[in-house]
């Protein structure tokens, strides 16, 4: 090429703004290729030294700030390139000898993504714990259980939180699971074919903590499915983190008044003075859509690329940061101010009677006493229509009032009808039962008295 770009094409196509962010890994990754380069013969030792010296210190103008990029920079990857080149001469260009910027960017996005996935699990874990830590604050606190969010059968508020703990369960093997296939060196697949040198590609896995070597050249620089893949237990992660909040504003409503925020987890409003807003929450469960957003921006980017490598591929960057980004911010958050709600068990324990919501235990009753359970559904629907109709709750029926609809109603009835007894009869696995609520939290270590200290001021993730 004869004329050099138009300053519009340039400013078009840079990535240096996003991909700055990749520095740490791009220069790890350099220094790997490096030393394999020298241990092959490929270039010297002293080289080596002066390149692996000036990348260094490369490291640490962008650690402090002072690193200057120049509008030729098109990404970051060039921009050190030319950085080293300035800095220690000629034989920093021997750096990217058997290398081409389509494998190098897929290892750098492979180091990064490894060790936000480590960070992300550790956020989550962290959550976890502040679930746990309320939960175990609770022990007793008995809430309305819904369905069709109609009260339906009362419930531990510690079985509530833990049904969120098992959710990041499952978001946690996901990321794990993820990292497997993120954990291979693409490092070797050079331009899309491969390199002619005599490169030693288990080595640089070995220095680099990977865990495999790809196998074919053309896949490992144009696939993406190991950002994709993230994305997807992403967003999985973000429509859990999405649910808990939307659970949090609802229970913060005075209508519900299950729960008060922190003052300093709430807003207040410039207009109305009465006014607790539970933005956290609220904001929480609205980024969900921008990590949505990014699954879905990026598995359209790669729908219908031709293999190997196109530069359509560089918009991968800007969703999966923004995802990572969102989740971060979002976990941290979640972490900080859950175990700071304001639990009030006394408003849970009356919604909880409140709604007819132990119609269900006066069936189960007549069905342990040989009536079928369709026919004791029944006979109980009747009940809750004359309770309904005489404004009372079920707890206040008489023996005698119940005979009225079934002769096989006794005595010990009314044992049955508080909202403790029907939680404690719960007691099959996974049921609401406090025995199951205390024997998770010992089995999930979140027995002991464990106070989050990662909730604040955790690891950073960028
Ligand atoms: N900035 C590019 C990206 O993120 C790096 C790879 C560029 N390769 C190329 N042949 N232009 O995808």
Known sequence: ???????????????????????AHDIAGSIAHCRMLAKQKIIGAGERDRIVKGLKSIEREFDSGRFVAIPSDEDVHMAIERRLIEKIGPVGGKLHTARSRNDQVALDLRLYLRDVIDELRAAIASLQRSLGDLARANLGVIMPGYTHLQPAQPILFGHHLLAYYEMLERDDERLRDCRVRTNVLPLGAGALAGTTFPIDREYVAQLLGFDKVSENSLDTVSDRDFALEFLAAGAILAMHLSRLSDEIVLWAS???????????????????????????????????????????????????????????????????????????????VLAAMVPRLRVRGDRMREAAEAGYTLATELADYLATRGIPFREAHGIVGAVVRKAIADERHLSELTLEDLQSFSPSFEEDVLEWLTPEAAVRRRAATGGTAPTNLRRRLRVKKLAGPSSNKKARGGRKTK
């Open 1 to 23: 090429m004869e004329e050099s770009t138009d300053p519009l094409v340039d400013a078009f196509t840079t990535s240096f703004p996003v991909d700055r962010r990749l520095y």
């Open 254 to 332: 005075p209508h519900f008044g299950f729960i008060e925020l922190p003052d300093a987890y709430a807003t207040g409003s410039s207009m109305m003075p009465q006014k607790k807003n539970p933005d956290i929450a609220e904001l929480v469960r609205g980024k969900t859509g921008r990590v949505y957003g990014s699954l879905t921006s990026l598995l359209t980017t790669m729908k219908g690329i031709p293999l190997a490598y196109n530069r359509d591929m560089q918009e991968d960057k800007p969703p999966l940061f923004d995802a990572i980004d969102t989740l971060a911010a979002s976990l941290k």
